[in-house]
């Protein structure tokens, strides 16, 4: 059996034209409403948010390095967060 490699979640959502969108139809008694939505412009916003939000976290974590103070540190949430992606 091959062994799949999990593709970052940032990447994933750049991998999405930014120009995509999902064309919806919902029948009514009329006809049809269509709605457009904008995967793609969602998609980079997405990861953009993510990217914002490491940086942050990253900064953080340099700016309060002396508060750090074994396995309990009070900064471990955010060193969890980084780790996981």
């Known amino acids: 059996m091959s062994e799949c490699q999990e593709v970052p979640l940032v990447e994933l959502l750049r991998s999405i034209p930014v120009d995509f969108v999902y064309k919806h139809d919902t029948p009514n008694p009329l006809g049809v409403d269509t ?16 990217e914002r939000l490491r940086a942050a976290i990253r900064q953080t974590l340099e700016e309060n390095g002396h508060l750090e103070d074994g396995d309990v ?11 996981a992606h």
């Not at 709605?35 to 993510?50: D, F, L, M, R």
């Not at 540190?73 to 780790?83: F, R």
């Open 73 to 83: 540190c009070t900064l471990k949430a955010l060193k969890d967060a980084l780790l």
């Open 35 to 50: 709605s457009h939505i904008p995967v793609g412009w969602h998609c980079h916003a997405a990861a953009n948010e993510i």
